[in-house]
């Protein structure tokens, strides 16, 4: 399909999600469904992240995708997925992001490559992480699936859901995340104890249901 075209499947993704024309779903996780979609005024390919309507309350996703799009906007890095915009549409928050040409570090393992060339990959993801961590930002989720290796050989690490500020270890508040005096990011959006992430790549003090920090 040419780039301004509509979905090929209008029942099955919206035509246009903000001002970006979608063009197909790129996949679909706990939170949230990736579509690849046009931007027409900069005439760029993007990837963009409708959050999920079910299971949270609206300020509560709302907070949640801000924070995800904070997260981002603070770290520059070629070994991290860039964020555009943040918006809302028919009561629907989504994030616009660079769109990378590739695959995911766990399909990209699947093709046989050298035990050297791996290693630069992960080290180069962990470069990401590390100018993440320089940010004052924890990831909290970081695995496979969230690094995109695009078609020009680099690593780029994506998926910044459930990152948290490094100082801010305080409880969740009585208040709702995302008031003026507490903006999303340095709000926590789980209660103190709880257990968040994918439990096979999750530390131990993760499993334990404390702080996580840039270790």
Known sequence: ?????PAAHPGAVPQRIGRYSVLRQLGEGGMGVVYAGYDKELDRKVAVKLLRAAGLPCEERRARILREAQGLAR???PNVVSVYEVGATQGQVFIAMEFVDGATLTAWQSCGHRWDEVLQMYRAAGEGLDAAHRAGLVHRDFKPDNVLVGKDGRARVADFGLARGLRSDDPLPAALPGTPDRPPLVSPLTLQGAILGTPAYMSP???RGETA???
């Open 1 to 5: 399909a040419s780039a301004s075209a």
């Open 205 to 207: 003090e993760q499993h």
């Open 213 to 215: 920090d840039s270790r």
């Open 75 to 77: 770290v520059s890095h």
